[in-house]
């Protein structure tokens, strides 16, 4: 039996609970879900011993705040939240150690956008759909499909090893996500850059772009200069606007451009499909990085090919592992 | 028209959109439905999972264990296999819908734009049979195509989008009908109401045992219409968890 390790007193802004995502269901219109920045949570479940695609809880723009019930070890990862320990300041990327009565503050981020708590033994919640990330449009997964409120009792499972071997044990430095490398985002061209005027491309890669105040966990928009589409022959189907096309699947990470203006790349919780122009898609490796932005953040778009973002993400995700956690010298 | 041969295109890393045209047409939907069945019995490795639609197909898949390239041309072979598709399997299944009024705001509208009556639209729209081309957006949402309609019904979509749809309305935008399963924006011109779910988060009622979504591409659906009186009985046993679907199991020929 699993018990409640924290009771919500304040829930932040939009604060779920995520594992790596729901498979099988995007045929259906559900998309997988899961965590923003994966990496982060990997390091986090990493960090106090779980298995990797274990839940931990996503929070976005203001932390939550808690109080804890039981001894536990948890790890904050992902945005600098400030996170304060009965009004101490707490380490992220490192494990601490919780006692029942403790208070759990993580306020503003001062550096990203999204942070991680993850938690010895994980959230237990009841896997849905086979996951246990939150889709709170389809209101499935996590705590009844909602983001958490207040008075909410967060269960955890039975943690893997004994508490006190936690101790200590730090992200190596050396893997860190670098300061500033969340300005650019890496995209592959397509599925239907073909549609879109070869200077219109160049404008697209070489500009800068504002992050939208109206940016989620379904997609971020992007401010920016005006694209423009080849002559295309009239379409019965794909409706009027060049920037139409008739609907097909949306990649998660596919990157929109309605009317050619405001660039929407897709999120976890993005639509399935859609009938617009996708210019782009996102690599898998940097939606982590965009989880990390924060509305007005300046971007620009880098183009590479697929081999490029194998080596990204194989790079990536060889990174969070055992060898880079650093454990403390008995 | 459908390509000579389909055409790769990366969806970024981890997805891969085979299109096989550029028209939404039973054709391009059946071939599509062929493609989805080879390439999930191919049991290629690092495969995930495939999205069928309209006239392409994404396919999402790990790329840690397959190379894009290496996917591609397992596909290329799985391709070769593909066997000419006349008849498909597809369940009809009623659902009752009452439409005009309040439950369809824009019944009017849609009469008006083709120069017939409420009331013909809602004959012609419950006789014709409606095919399941695209399952998406939203959870478990349908896009619907006339299939040999007396007249094809067509409208243009909202110039701007309203913010609210309620849950479980009809509408159609152009020649398409979709069904809103979950409260959400939406820009098809609203045309009545059903008064049972297309999807059950909580998968109370015994058909969503297996799914919280009932459709799927290839189903077949007959809009029933049924009055206010009927409409609230219905959603009572929807309720009781006691509503039965009407489905029948067929095959359809191109």
């Not at chain 1, 995520?18 to 899961?34: C, M, W």
Request: with cysteine.
């Amino acid at each position: 039996m699993s018990q409640a390790a924290f009771e919500v007193i304040e829930p932040g802004v939009f604060t779920t609970i995520q594992d790596l995502g729901r498979k099988g269901y995007f045929a259906s219109g559900i998309p997988p879900s899961g965590a923003m920045d994966r990496f982060a949570l990997r390091m986090g479940n990493l960090l106090v011993k779980n298995p990797i695609d274990e839940a931990g809880i996503e929070m976005t723009a203001i932390g939550m705040k808690v109080k804890v019930l039981k001894e536990t070890v948890i790890a904050l990862t992902g945005a600098d939240f400030s996170a304060k320990l009965n009004g101490n300041s707490i380490p992220l990327w490192q494990t601490v150690y919780l006692r029942g009565g403790d208070f759990l503050s993580i306020g503003k981020p001062n550096r990203g956008w999204r942070g991680y708590l993850c938690v010895a033994g994980g959230i237990d919640v009841p896997p849905v759909l086979g996951s246990k990330s939150t889709y709170t449009l389809g209101g499935l997964g996590g705590i009844r499909g909602r983001t958490l409120k207040k008075g909410d009792l967060i269960p955890v499972g039975i943690p893997r090893s004994p508490l006190d071997t936690l101790k200590g044990r730090m992200v190596k430095e050396s893997v860190l996500p670098e300061a500033g490398s969340e300005k650019e985002l890496r995209v592959i061209l397509g599925p239907q850059d073909d549609h879109v005027k070869e200077e219109s491309i160049e404008v697209f890669l070489n500009s800068s772009y504002k992050v939208s105040i109206r940016s989620n966990r379904v997609g971020y928009r992007f401010e920016g200069p005006q694209l423009f589409f080849k002559e295309r022959p009239e379409s019965r189907d794909a409706g009027l606007d060049p920037s139409n096309i008739v609907d097909d699947g949306n990649a998660i990470g596919a990157i929109q451009i309605p009317a050619g203006k405001e660039p929407i790349c897709l999120g976890p919780d993005g639509v399935t499909m859609g009938g617009y122009v996708k210019i782009a898609c996102l690599i898998a490796a940097d939606m982590g990085r965009m989880a990390q932005l924060k509305p007005r953040d300046l971007i620009r778009f880098k183009s590479v090919t697929v081999d490029e973002a194998y080596l990204i993400l194989k790079k990536l995700i060889e990174s969070a592992e055992e060898k880079n956690i650093q454990i403390p010298k008995e | 028209m459908i390509y000579e041969s389909p055409r790769y295109l990366y969806s970024g890393d981890q997805y891969l959109t085979i299109e096989i045209g550029n028209e939404m047409t039973l054709e391009a939907n059946f071939k599509v439905i062929a493609l989805d069945n080879a390439i999930k019995q191919a049991k290629i490795k690092g495969f995930i999972e495939t999205f069928p639609g309209w006239r392409s197909l994404l396919l999402s898949y790990d790329s840690m264990v397959i190379r894009t390239s290496d996917l591609i041309s397992e596909l290329r072979k799985v391709m070769l296999q593909v066997p000419e598709v006349k008849e498909v399997p597809s369940r009809l299944i009623e659902l009752p819908v009452k439409y005009g009024g309040r439950w369809g705001p824009d019944l009017g509208f849609i009469a008006k734009s083709n120069s017939i009556s409420p009331d013909e639209v809602v004959r012609i729209h419950s006789e014709t049979i409606h095919w399941v081309g695209m399952v998406g957006f939203t959870p478990g949402s349908p896009q619907l195509m006339q299939l040999k309609p007396s007249i094809l019904l067509s409208v243009p979509k909202y110039t701007s989008p309203r913010i609210y749809t309620p849950m479980g309305t009809i509408a159609l935008g152009g020649s398409i009908t979709a069904i809103y399963p979950v409260v959400s924006p939406g820009g098809y011109q609203m045309m009545g109401l059903t008064s049972v779910p297309i999807y059950d988060r909580f998968q109370s009622l015994s058909i969503f045992e297996k799914s919280p979504v009932l459709l799927r591409i290839g189903d077949r659906i007959k809009f029933v219409q049924v009055d206010a009186e009927e409409f609230d009985y219905i959603r009572q046993r929807v309720w009781e968890c006691s509503y039965e679907y009407k489905i029948k199991q067929e095959t359809v020929a191109l």
